[in-house]
């Protein structure tokens, strides 16, 4: 909780540094960055803040964890330059993408409750060299996707499959994990997502080392996406008080 100031309260940086745990040179390098308004000074050249100063370092500290050190900054910066509307447009533009970044989610765990166990591969010298071994090849799984081979291919130098090479005949070979991340894609581009965008999800499917412990990602990634809506909010009520100050002190 902040100090209960009077408006017209003279402050020192130490004023300001103590009330969050910081150091005056940072309060001092906040002012300098336009993060905080420009303070008066006494004419020994000290700097003398007040109560205004002290709600925008409040409100730049609660706009961090929702918006981040960047755009958290070009807020105060656009508040304290009278341009509120670039404020706010820069507010509206956090809140996208936080929309975006749930709706991929959503898109990511739909595809994975779409999955499901790949079908025994039709039949044909290829399908039985493939089930002997448990792997799969272009043709069968391109037809158990409904694709053609020449997609497959396209994933495949997108990064998004990565097969082996049998090495007598050269086929691309498509194992378990191969398999899976095939059908993953498939499910997010019938979602409409690009390419560029579910390679990385495909990582994170590798890097977990399947759809299971991928689990524990999403429902870390769900708190995560909360975490941010929630600081949002506070970040939100904070800039609310302080634009209602620089209003107050426009019109004074």
Do not use: C
Not at 1 to 14: D, H, K, T, Y
Not at 36 to 63: D, E, I, K, N, V
Not at 222 to 229: I, K, T
């Amino acid at each position: 909780m902040g100090r209960n100031l009077q408006s017209g309260e003279r402050l020192r940086p130490v004023d300001l540094a103590r009330e969050h745990g910081l150091s005056t040179q940072a309060v001092r390098n906040y002012e300098e960055s336009g993060i905080l308004p420009a303070a008066p000074r006494t004419p020994h050249g000290y700097r003398t803040y007040t109560s205004l100063h002290a709600q925008a370092l409040r409100t730049f500290l609660a706009l961090l964890p929702g918006h981040g050190h960047q755009t958290a900054t070009s807020i105060m910066q656009a508040v304290n330059q009278g341009a509120i509307e670039e404020a706010l447009h820069l507010v509206d533009d956090s809140h996208a993408r936080l929309l975006d970044d749930r709706r991929t989610l959503q898109a990511v765990e739909s595809a994975l409750r779409d999955l499901e166990p790949p079908a025994a591969p039709a039949s044909g010298y290829e399908s039985r060299s493939a089930s002997e071994s448990g792997h799969t090849f272009i043709g069968p799984l391109a037809a158990q996707l409904g694709i053609r081979p020449a997609t497959l291919r396209a994933w495949e130098g997108a990064g998004l499959v990565r097969p082996d090479r049998d090495p007598r005949t050269g086929y691309r070979v498509y194992d378990d994990a191969a398999v899976r991340d095939a059908r993953l894609a498939h499910q997010l581009r019938r979602g409409g997502y690009p390419l560029e965008r579910i390679a990385p999800l495909i990582a994170q499917v590798r890097a977990a080392g399947g759809l299971e412990p991928l689990k524990a990602t999403l429902r870390d990634w769900h708190g995560r996406l909360s975490a941010r809506g929630r600081a949002m909010l506070s970040g939100a009520a904070e800039l609310d008080t302080y634009l209602g100050r620089v209003d107050r002190r426009s019109s004074s």
